[in-house]
């Protein structure tokens, strides 16, 4: 088991940053790709960025790109999110994720939550007009 915990969301102001942490504890090892989820108010939850067990980048769904960076240091078991020029839309709830033993050997199956074995609880980020 892996147990996920997000910090860092808050209240921010458009145009502003914000930067989510996401911290591992339990059975952690360097295997497993991690990924970042958000939940509108009344929405689905949708795909973020996800970030291999090596710290390459995998994918960033186009809403974000370019705004939006993932990264992960494996010693310390975190990955986190780096949020810029947010914009009001970004409001929802951030989720971070692990994959298990086996996840998408394709790339866009990482944008499915079902490649996703361990979640955290959510961390709230509201931006601002």
């Known amino acids: 088991q892996v147990h996920l915990v997000e910090s860092g969301g808050g209240l921010v102001q458009a145009g502003g940053s914000l930067r989510l942490s996401c911290a591992a504890s339990g059975r952690t090892n360097s295997n497993y790709h991690m990924g970042w989820f958000r939940q509108a108010p009344g929405k689905e939850r949708e795909f973020v960025a996800v970030?291999?067990?090596?710290?390459?980048?995998?994918l960033v769904a186009n809403s974000v790109k370019g705004r939006f960076t993932v990264s992960r240091d494996n010693d310390l078991n975190t990955a986190d999110l780096q949020m810029n020029s947010l914009k009001t839309e970004d409001t929802g709830v951030y989720y971070c994720s692990a994959t298990g033993r086996l996840y998408p050997t394709y790339t866009s199956g990482f944008t499915s939550e079902t490649a996703y074995s361990f979640w955290g609880q959510g961390t709230q980020v509201t931006v601002s007009s």
């Open positions: 970030i291999d067990w090596n710290g390459r980048t995998i």
